[in-house]
């Protein structure tokens, strides 16, 4: 402040030089008592390099009711405190918005009814919000897929990739620093990309601002269970160009993303947006973070999974309270089966099992008002590598049918 008396919103703040010389301090200043020697503190509430709150009555004594402590407060009650911690400059307004954002995402109860629907949740541009993303799921019963994004610095190398997903550094939750959540209902893609705001300035914009739209169109043509990636669903057209932004200078470096890139990002489960001659800027991979090898490791059989969900859902909503005998369990099996029998036309099942008779639904579990339906499926998987192998063979050999000595090339 420089002194106790000057109105800090229309009053003359003293400048940063003239500090030097003014020996006021400030009564809610750190205790010098409690840190070691040598250490050094700079002006918080001076400082611009942080993110500061201003309070209304905050000298007063509901907030220093210690008077032997505080035997005076100051003439001037109000007063800017610093709100980003121990995080300064671009991190401290990171924290401060994305502590916001986690606080409003975990307490939201409207988000969590029953009668909002939607099957994609994405905080463009925020990684640290993915574990909150990933809980709101699971209180919806995992009938979302999570979009999560990459930071937009993070270097497109295999070292800090690599180091970058599999938390070399340690940290205790999602952002710059590492990527620490693992689900089968979360995709994480990489890199950042270029596009222009409203007023036709270039922007940089988070992967999820690409996947997002590129879902859409996806679904759209397609269905939740085709892979949103490729040259027929994975085309990304809402952005210029792709890369990454230099965290020492700021600026924007485009990058195509390179097949070995592309290779250590799929091995980190990390799907990479790439440019490709001829076909554009795809969504070239379909892994999600799922912690096991199991099925559910690909986005598309994923959210084949959460849309199955919701139908299943829907269809038991309208047989609760009917009575629990074999006439309600055979209507209820044959919806069930008319549903999974539409995804195998469509291509998003290979083969499927419902069970719903006496064999699950004992005598105990009716006496317990209980009604079982359990459902086996083979959901259809993505081709993701495909292998073709080229013989050569001598003159006159195809045409005489003998093709079983060969070179491949």
């Excluded at 030089?17 to 400030?26: F, K, N, Q, V, Y």
């Excluded at 200043?29 to 503190?41: A, E, V």
């Excluded at 709100?83 to 307004?93: H, L, M």
């Excluded at 083969?351 to 086996?376: F, H, K, Q, S, W």
């Amino acid at each position: 402040m420089g002194d106790t008396t000057t109105d800090v919103v229309t009053g003359t703040i003293p400048t940063t030089a003239s500090l030097l010389t003014i020996d006021t301090l400030d009564i809610d200043r750190p205790d010098p008592t409690i840190y070691p020697r040598g250490m050094l503190l700079f002006n918080t509430r001076r400082s611009t390099y942080g993110v500061k709150q201003f309070k209304s009555d905050y000298f007063s004594r509901t907030n220093f009711s210690d008077t032997t402590t505080y035997p005076t407060l100051p003439t001037e009650k109000d007063a800017w405190v610093t709100q980003s911690g121990s995080t300064f400059g671009r991190k401290a307004v990171r924290n401060i918005i994305s502590t916001a954002m986690k606080s409003a995402l975990d307490a939201s109860t409207e988000l969590r009814e029953d009668a909002r629907i939607f099957n994609t949740i994405a905080a463009p541009g925020y990684p640290e919000l993915i574990s909150n993303m990933v809980s709101l799921n699971n209180d919806r019963r995992q009938t979302a897929f999570v979009v999560g994004d990459s930071p937009m610095r993070l270097a497109s190398t295999s070292t800090a990739i690599e180091n970058w997903a599999t938390n070399a550094s340690v940290a205790s939750d999602n952002g710059e620093d590492g990527l620490v959540t693992s689900d089968p209902y979360l995709g994480v893609f990489y890199p950042a990309a270029t596009t222009n705001d409203l007023s036709g300035n270039t922007i940089v914009v988070p992967a999820s601002h690409m996947m997002l739209r590129t879902i859409a169109r996806s679904d759209d043509i397609s269905f939740p269970w085709f892979a949103p990636a490729g040259t027929r669903r994975g085309l990304v057209d809402n952005v210029a160009s792709i890369g990454y932004i230099n965290s020492a200078t700021g600026a924007f470096v485009n990058d195509n993303v390179r097949e070995s890139v592309r290779d250590t990002l799929y091995t980190n489960r990390v799907n990479p947006i790439a440019f490709f001659n001829g076909s554009g800027i795809l969504n070239y991979g379909n892994k999600t973070r799922a912690g096991t090898t199991s099925a559910l490791d690909r986005i598309n059989v994923a959210r084949l999974v959460g849309y199955l969900r919701r139908q299943l859902q829907t269809i038991a909503t309208g047989f609760v309270f009917e009575p629990n005998d074999k006439i309600t369990r055979d209507e209820l099996k044959q919806q069930v089966e008319q549903t999974l029998n539409d995804l195998v036309a469509k291509r998003g099942v290979f083969d499927y099992l419902v069970v719903c008779d006496e064999t699950n639904n004992t005598p105990g579990r009716i006496d317990r008002n209980e009604l079982y339906v359990d459902v086996a499926i083979e959901p259809t998987k993505a081709a993701e590598f495909i292998f073709i192998p080229i013989r050569l063979k001598n003159t006159g050999e195809i045409a005489s049918g003998n093709v079983a000595a060969a070179s491949t090339v």
